[in-house]
């Protein structure tokens, strides 16, 4: 019987993190939820934190579990209904997706133990949809096909809508509908570039497309090309590059902290998706289509760390300023993705981690102080002290060093290998002086915050005693803290974590590898029946010996 | 005219229509328009696989045999596309109860309602 279990759990493990939050979910639906302060602390309540708690570990678990073995070098290939590969969906996990996986699990858990603290009694169904977002962003990460994942973006997007307004007021409800808005025209537009390019290639399966793409004839790969540019400008919306991050600001402001805490891990989906499209499909080895996006993909990282950083040195709340630092982290990231050398891509992989953590901490943090602060909340202007400045401002120093970029902390070594992966390339001048030149502004911007709060404060005792409470529970503090000591631990597991990066950036661009695992040894032979459609007469010649028209 | 023609020209009137409609500043012509875009992009989706007469929709042994893949394809784009509509309706509706307004940002322009910081910005 265990036997049994185990070969189970061994054969569906790649699927298990896309079923796990989405049983949950519908679990937690069938539990119901009236919401609202009444049921605080209720018997119900309990029990759905339990529930919503104990899978997300479980689902760390798993994560971790899948990124051990990933980390070995196999290619764990799921084919979803037993479909072989360019015919049915695939779940493919490699390095980079099961490192994915074990981020946004490794977030989740702080993360809702922190709206466990009191966030999710201000809403209806905060832990249902917190297990879509998950299920959206697992298979998102796992996916080897790109309708799927265009289907995996709208689940954890329409979990996301939910999430934005959750709390309600007006503020969230005009962010939400711009947010929403927004997404649901890239959304179309997605659909666009994917249709672009199954005209062109007649696969959507990224194994297939990648060895197809190669193959395709000048005219053709222009059209590929212009496809994946279409889906470049999505993903670039979802992971706010200039000129589309214009929403995040108002939006990651607007969100509940647990909520802008997870959606530090949303821009990085995008960040994955270009990774996927642009650097593995269209890398090296695509014929004429290859390297599509390398004009635009540098120039535009670079300008989206230079607009993040002033835009973060202009900001007047610290939620704002989070939110700018969260697009320059993302610039920065892009800019190793831009570079287009495994080392660069790892270096990239590495400062991702440590932005999302960081990025994840800071927006909870943000909470903490706004809530000690009372009236003011947020705002950068003098205001009364915050209750427990030495704590509080520890943590704001740890998490602004680490964002800056100061030794020893985790911020600084990704920096460093994304300057130091730059050495050889061309475009080193420019990458060196405006991630260093920004690093500084980052630290003006930050320690002008930190003044503010902390330093700058009024003689006035601070009002309303209710709120100062709620901003110094132990949960709460305690789950932020636990966020900044995993980028602490990135620090500390420096060298096997940048190992893992190095192997999954070469992994990356071993594309005969990717194909045999996916496609099968007979990848190239069936693949043909997938036929990009010839000629004008609206003929399919069919594999079958007897089957011609 | 070609078949073709007719089915891309129909394409780019109605996106032309649902791009006009999302740049409206009424949150009812920003849904209808975006409804109008899904409209375009399905029926661009279905024209991926290529148009195709006297042939059978799914695969068989004999005959010709139209693309099935994007028919599979619009068909789900169709069911997040009538979810999402959904809830952007409902959204809208919300919005406009919370702000009074059925204005994109929230406030009449001109008005400014909301909270100054976030408009300063």
């Known amino acids: 019987m265990s036997e049994l279990l185990s070969l189970f759990f061994e054969t569906h493990l790649p699927v298990l993190p896309v079923l796990l939050p989405m049983f949950t979910a519908v679990a937690l639906l069938l539990m119901g939820d009236e919401g609202g302060e009444a049921n605080h602390g209720g018997r119900l309540l309990q029990r759905r934190r339990l529930l919503s708690f104990s899978s997300v570990v479980l689902g760390a678990v798993l994560a971790w579990r899948l990124m051990s073995e990933a980390a070995l070098g196999s290619l764990n290939v799921y084919p979803l209904g037993g479909w072989p590969a360019p015919f049915g969906i695939v779940l493919v996990v490699d390095r980079l997706s099961a490192m994915m996986l074990a981020l946004t699990w490794t977030i989740a858990v702080p993360v809702l133990w922190y709206a466990a603290g009191g966030w999710d009694t201000r809403g209806r169904h905060f832990h249902t949809m917190f297990h879509f977002l998950l299920m959206g962003l697992s298979g998102a990460f796992v996916t080897g096909d790109l309708f799927n994942l265009f289907v995996f973006f709208e689940v954890l997007l329409i979990a996301s809508y939910v999430l934005l307004v959750h709390g309600q007021g007006q503020e969230r409800f005009k962010a939400g509908v711009h947010y929403v808005v927004l997404n649901l025209v890239a959304s179309a537009l997605f659909l666009v570039g994917l249709a672009v390019i199954y005209g062109v290639a007649g696969t959507l399966n990224m194994a297939d497309l990648a060895l197809r793409v190669g193959r395709l004839g000048p005219e053709q790969a222009a059209l590929f090309k212009a496809g994946a540019m279409v889906l470049l400008v999505v993903f670039g919306l979802k992971a706010a590059i200039v000129p589309l991050y214009l929403w995040l600001p108002n939006t990651y402001a607007a969100a509940s902290a647990p909520v802008a805490a997870m959606f530090a891990i949303m821009t990085k989906v995008g960040v994955y998706s270009i990774i996927r499209v642009h650097a593995v499909i269209l890398g090296d080895g695509a014929g004429h289509a290859a390297l599509a996006a390398q004009a635009w993909l540098l120039p535009v990282a670079l300008l989206t760390i230079a607009l993040g950083v002033l835009g973060a040195l202009a900001a007047h709340s610290l939620a704002r300023l989070v939110a700018y630092l969260t697009v320059a982290s993302v610039g920065t990231v892009l800019t190793g993705v831009g570079l287009y050398t495994p080392a660069a891509l790892s270096a990239a992989l590495y400062y991702m981690m440590h932005s999302t953590l960081v990025a994840a901490a800071l927006f909870l943090l943000v909470e903490l102080v706004a809530t000690q602060r009372g009236e003011s909340g947020d705002r950068l202007q003098p205001a009364a002290p915050v209750a427990q400045p030495i704590l509080l401002g520890m943590m704001t120093l740890l998490g602004a060093a680490s964002v800056a970029g100061l030794p020893p902390l985790p911020g600084f070594l990704g920096k460093l290998m994304i300057l130091e992966s730059s050495a050889l390339t061309p475009a080193h001048a420019w990458v060196w002086s405006v991630v260093l030149v920004t690093s500084v502004m980052t630290m003006m911007g930050l320690a002008r915050a930190g003044s503010i709060l902390f330093w700058n404060v009024l003689p006035a005792a601070p009002t309303g005693k209710h709120s100062i409470r709620a901003g110094s529970s132990l949960r709460l503090i305690r789950a932020t803290l636990g966020l900044l000591g995993l980028s602490l631990l990135l620090a500390v597991a420096a060298s096997p974590l940048k190992r893992y990066t190095d192997a999954a950036a070469l992994q990356l661009t071993d594309r005969a590898a990717y194909a045999q695992a996916v496609l099968g040894p007979v990848g190239g032979a069936a693949a043909d029946t997938t036929r990009p459609y010839r000629g004008g007469e609206g003929e399919v010649i069919l594999p079958a010996p007897k089957g011609k028209p | ?121």
């Open chain 2, 1 to 121: 005219m070609s078949l073709e023609f007719l089915v891309a020209s129909g394409i780019g009137a109605v996106t032309a229509a649902g791009i006009y409609l999302i740049l409206r500043g009424r949150t009812w012509p920003v849904v209808l328009g975006m409804s109008l875009l899904g409209y375009a992009v399905n029926v661009f989706i279905f024209a991926m696989g290529r148009l195709w007469q006297d042939a059978a929709p799914i695969l068989s042994s004999t005959g010709r045999v139209a693309d099935p893949l994007p028919q599979a394809l619009v068909l789900t784009a169709i069911v997040i596309g009538f979810a999402t509509t959904g809830f952007v309706v409902e959204l809208a509706l919300r919005s406009r109860h919370e702000t009074d307004s059925d204005h994109v940002d929230g406030h009449e322009p001109g008005h400014h309602t909301g909270h100054a910081r976030d408009d300063a910005a």
